[in-house]
């Protein structure tokens, strides 16, 4: 009697596990699928597109200002190699292709993490459950904030993707009573996707200990100081520094020039921006450098408001942390978001940039989670609206999603929709010189050039515009003057440097030449355009052996320089020519033998 009891009680929790099992695999499906037909139309356009117009010229990063950033980034470096090995080059289609698909496995990643932390029901509809864990997925599938990281191409964006996928495989690995090395060879991947995977161990310990367990100390933090030291080692070989703050534009991020306590002041202030912004993903911008961003002074009347916003996020975070004690879903959500955004929130260091949504895409898990905390309490105040409430949430999300990969279909399109809704962006006023001069529309490019040094008389990129515009109507004394104050608040902008050189080659004033052209390619001696600029020195000044020297590192990075490739040319047909008129000069001055009869 006994026995069948048993084999009943077995085969009903069989019979449950296989439903479970069922029903948890139509669930991932069907969020893979959510999150692939949210950004499918994107894969469709042709371009790539980035926030910086000067990005999206081939091989170019900025317009060659000094303000770059050393990446340690093997792994999407990888990734490219191997799209390009499968598709023969890297094109705007499959670049999407592979974001949107790391998506598609990042939102699943998030769906088995959430119900291996079994998060109660959402919802409940005709005697069928919802599980929180899926209606929180479905949120972060579709929320418009990662738009940018997904369709701009940017390879910004495949490092956020590539970091939460092994960041998410490294949590699910990850045991704190357990020795494993799978969980630490996946985090070390995630770092070396983008420099802020480095944190993911800390969310899986805090995971875990939301969980109930209790992480030993000595068990993960040998391993974990390891991990570190690998990080900054590797790091400190590829690129030569660990924090590269002091090269940061001011354009690009003007907090990094701020003393310690303004800058802290001002990233708890953005901090409670990018949660209102997860949360609430309206407006969305594409760039949020100066000024659409500036930063808050501690004193005037601006400050008040400040300090009531940032009393209010910290208040908001104050009460995630009392609460931790009760481990509810919202002060989880809050712990998440802290530490995800520690390393890119400008609060320990500055970085390249003072807000971008791409930074956002890890952290808004904790979006994710609030939503569904929301949605929750709904459902037990009002369990018949809970369904509906969802719905609209997923709806809204989707539209606006689908409404702003419109805005990164072209670069045109992009630029337009930037400047309509943000015309106090000094990028994006560049952004706009370049594309109407580009298209020849001179009058309107300066105008964009005039508005953006309005807005930063300093703008050395916007300065090297004023030089274009002015070369291009042959005054080439107003170019040179432009370009010279450019210089003189970015002495390294190559750009600059690349076009004050050939100007003054064309001047044959090779001694004013010589040293911005060293100065130049000290800093990046594989430079297309200056390399070029160097050639033609070379050739100018007869000095054939060191041309060839600077001919042969432009064929070995595959220069397609029109002025290399064409006196490269001329130079090849003067020697044809000269081995022509060598051989006929030997063959006159044979003298042909007589001999006796």
Same mark, same amino acid.
């Given at each position: 009697?006994?026995?069948?009891?048993?084999?009943?009680?077995?085969?009903?929790?069989?019979?449950?596990?296989?439903?479970?099992?069922?029903?948890?695999?139509?669930?991932?499906?069907?969020?893979?699928?959510?999150?692939?037909?949210?950004?499918?139309?994107?894969?469709?356009?042709?371009?790539?597109?980035?926030?910086?117009?000067?990005?999206?010229?081939?091989?170019?990063?900025?317009?060659?200002?000094?303000?770059?950033?050393?990446?340690?980034?093997?792994?999407?470096?990888?990734?490219?190699?191997?799209?390009?090995?499968?598709?023969?080059?890297?094109?705007?289609?499959?670049?999407?292709?592979?974001?949107?698909?790391?998506?598609?496995?990042?939102?699943?990643?998030?769906?088995?993490?959430?119900?291996?932390?079994?998060?109660?029901?959402?919802?409940?509809?005709?005697?069928?459950?919802?599980?929180?864990?899926?209606?929180?997925?479905?949120?972060?599938?579709?929320?418009?904030?990662?738009?940018?990281?997904?369709?701009?191409?940017?390879?910004?964006?495949?490092?956020?993707?590539?970091?939460?996928?092994?960041?998410?495989?490294?949590?699910?690995?990850?045991?704190?009573?357990?020795?494993?090395?799978?969980?630490?060879? %996946?985090? /070390?991947?995630? !770092?070396?996707?983008?420099?802020?995977?480095? +944190? &993911? $161990?800390?969310?899986? #310990?805090?995971?875990?200990?939301?969980?109930?367990?209790?992480?030993?100390?000595?068990?993960?933090?040998?391993?974990?100081?390891?991990?570190?030291?690998?990080?900054?080692?590797?790091?400190?070989?590829?690129?030569?520094?660990?924090?590269?703050?002091?090269?940061?534009?001011?354009?690009?991020?003007?907090?990094?020039?701020?003393?310690?306590?303004?800058?802290?002041?001002?990233?708890?202030?953005?901090?409670?921006?990018?949660?209102?912004?997860?949360?609430?993903?309206?407006?969305?911008?594409?760039?949020?450098?100066?000024?659409?961003?500036?930063?808050?002074?501690?004193?005037?009347?601006?400050?008040?408001?400040?300090?009531?916003?940032?009393?209010?996020?910290?208040?908001?975070?104050?009460?995630?942390?009392?609460?931790?004690?009760?481990?509810?879903?919202?002060?989880?959500?809050? %712990?998440? /978001?802290?530490? !995800?955004?520690?390393?890119?929130?400008?609060? +320990? &260091? $500055?970085?390249?940039? #003072?807000?971008?949504?791409?930074?956002?895409?890890?952290?808004?898990?904790?979006?994710?989670?609030?939503?569904?905390?929301?949605?929750?309490?709904?459902?037990?105040?009002?369990?018949?609206?809970?369904?509906?409430?969802?719905?609209?949430?997923?709806?809204?999300?989707?539209?606006?999603?689908?409404?702003?990969?419109?805005?990164?279909?072209?670069?045109?399109?992009?630029?337009?929709?930037?400047?309509?809704?943000?015309?106090?962006?000094?990028?994006?006023?560049v952004n706009l010189a370049v594309l109407r001069s580009g298209q020849g529309h001179f009058d309107i490019a300066e105008e964009a050039v005039e508005k953006a040094l309005s807005l930063?008389?300093?703008?050395?990129?916007?300065?090297?515009?004023?030089?274009?515009?002015?070369?291009?109507?042959?005054?080439?004394?107003?170019?040179?003057?432009?370009?010279?104050?450019?210089?003189?608040?970015?002495?390294?902008?190559?750009?600059?440097?690349?076009?004050?050189?050939? #100007?003054?080659?064309?001047?044959?004033?090779?001694?004013?030449?010589?040293?911005?052209?060293?100065?130049?390619?000290?800093?990046?001696?594989?430079?297309?355009?200056?390399?070029?600029?160097?050639?033609?020195?070379?050739?100018?000044?007869?000095?054939?052996?060191?041309?060839?020297?600077?001919?042969?590192?432009?064929?070995?990075?595959?220069?397609?320089?029109?002025?290399?490739?064409?006196?490269?040319?001329?130079?090849?047909?003067?020697?044809?020519?000269?081995?022509?008129?060598?051989?006929?000069?030997?063959?006159?001055?044979?003298?042909?033998?007589?001999?006796?009869?």
């Amino acid at each position: 009697m006994n026995g069948g009891r048993k084999s009943l009680k077995e085969g009903k929790n069989l019979s449950q596990k296989v439903r479970f099992g069922l029903s948890f695999l139509s669930c991932g499906i069907g969020l893979v699928a959510i999150a692939l037909l949210v950004f499918s139309r994107s894969i469709l356009w042709g371009e790539f597109v980035f926030e910086d117009f000067n990005r999206m010229r081939e091989g170019s990063m900025g317009m060659g200002s000094s303000a770059s950033v050393l990446h340690f980034r093997p792994i999407v470096v990888l990734s490219y190699w191997l799209q390009s090995q499968f598709e023969g080059a890297i094109t705007p289609h499959g670049s999407v292709f592979c974001n949107v698909l790391l998506h598609a496995l990042n939102t699943l990643l998030l769906y088995v993490f959430l119900t291996k932390r079994s998060f109660p029901s959402l919802v409940s509809c005709k005697g069928r459950s919802l599980s929180a864990s899926f209606g929180v997925a479905i949120l972060f599938a579709v929320n418009p904030i990662h738009t940018e990281a997904i369709v701009s191409g940017m390879d910004s964006g495949r490092a956020e993707l590539l970091a939460f996928f092994f960041g998410f495989l490294g949590i699910l690995a990850f045991s704190p009573q357990k020795q494993s090395l799978l969980p630490w060879v %996946l985090f /070390f991947l995630a !770092a070396l996707s983008k420099e802020s995977g480095a +944190l &993911f $161990p800390v969310l899986a #310990i805090s995971s875990s200990w939301f969980q109930g367990e209790k992480p030993s100390f000595l068990k993960w933090i040998k391993p974990f100081c390891v991990f570190m030291l690998m990080l900054f080692v590797g790091r400190l070989a590829v690129t030569g520094a660990i924090l590269q703050s002091d090269v940061i534009h001011f354009v690009e991020n003007p907090l990094a020039s701020l003393p310690f306590e303004e800058r802290l002041f001002n990233s708890i202030f953005l901090l409670g921006r990018y949660l209102a912004i997860i949360i609430v993903p309206f407006p969305l911008s594409a760039d949020y450098s100066f000024a659409t961003l500036s930063p808050v002074s501690l004193s005037g009347a601006s400050s008040i408001v400040s300090f009531v916003f940032i009393g209010l996020v910290a208040t908001i975070f104050s009460l995630g942390a009392f609460m931790l004690r009760t481990r509810s879903i919202a002060s989880f959500a809050l %712990l998440w /978001f802290f530490l !995800a955004f520690i390393l890119t929130a400008n609060i +320990l &260091f $500055p970085i390249e940039t #003072i807000f971008a949504e791409r930074l956002a895409y890890t952290p808004s898990v904790a979006g994710s989670l609030l939503l569904g905390w929301f949605l929750l309490l709904v459902r037990d105040t009002y369990p018949r609206s809970a369904v509906g409430a969802f719905s609209v949430v997923v709806i809204a999300l989707t539209a606006l999603t689908i409404h702003y990969q419109g805005a990164w279909q072209s670069k045109e399109k992009l630029i337009e929709r930037q400047v309509a809704l943000f015309p106090n962006s000094v990028k994006m006023q560049v952004n706009l010189a370049v594309l109407r001069s580009g298209q020849g529309h001179f009058d309107i490019a300066e105008e964009a050039v005039e508005k953006a040094l309005s807005l930063y008389p300093a703008s050395s990129d916007a300065l090297l515009l004023r030089a274009r515009l002015y070369a291009a109507r042959g005054d080439n004394s107003g170019a040179k003057e432009a370009l010279q104050t450019a210089l003189f608040h970015d002495p390294l902008h190559l750009d600059v440097i690349e076009m004050f050189v050939n #100007i003054l080659l064309k001047e044959r004033q090779f001694e004013i030449a010589l040293p911005l052209l060293d100065r130049g390619l000290s800093q990046n001696p594989f430079h297309e355009g200056l390399l070029s600029a160097q050639y033609r020195f070379k050739v100018a000044t007869e000095n054939l052996a060191g041309a060839l020297e600077v001919q042969k590192k432009l064929e070995a990075i595959g220069s397609d320089d029109p002025d290399f490739l064409r006196i490269r040319e001329q130079i090849r047909e003067l020697m044809r020519e000269k081995i022509v008129l060598d051989e006929q000069s030997v063959s006159e001055n044979v003298v042909t033998p007589s001999y006796p009869e």
